[in-house]
């Protein structure tokens, strides 16, 4: 069974920078993707990137490419989400998800493929920046 946990959301300043950690288990090779992904009070979920586990590829929707980088650690199957220049709007509840992948897909498909019943999600973690 995949469980998926984040940590490392809180509050920072306008223009300050943080790391989001997500810890997946349960997967028995590395054919599988983690996103993550992030909403708002009162809006809907927003995508921010992904990253195809086996080879480290990364795809990040266009408002965030620039200002976040996704990258892994394949020992502790650790996934971090860098923030840098964060501005009152990235104010939001950030989740993680994996997905198995049942053959190979770019990291854009994975993302949406987590969005379906075959992904799995973490609690969230809430990130606050303040002006």
Known sequence: QVHVTESGGTSVQDGGSLRLSCTASGFTSDDFAMGWFRQALGKEREDIGSIRWSDGVTYYTASVKG?????????????????????????????????????????????????????????????????
Do not use: H
């Open 67 to 131: 200002r976040f980088t996704i990258s892994k650690d394949k020992v502790t199957n650790t996934m971090y989400l860098e923030m840098s220049s964060l501005k009152p709007e990235d104010t939001a509840m950030y989740f993680c998800a994996a997905v198995a992948l049942p053959m190979r897909l770019t990291p854009f498909q994975a993302l949406r493929l987590m969005t379906t019943g075959s992904g799995y999600w973490g609690p969230g973690t809430q990130v606050t920046v303040s002006s």
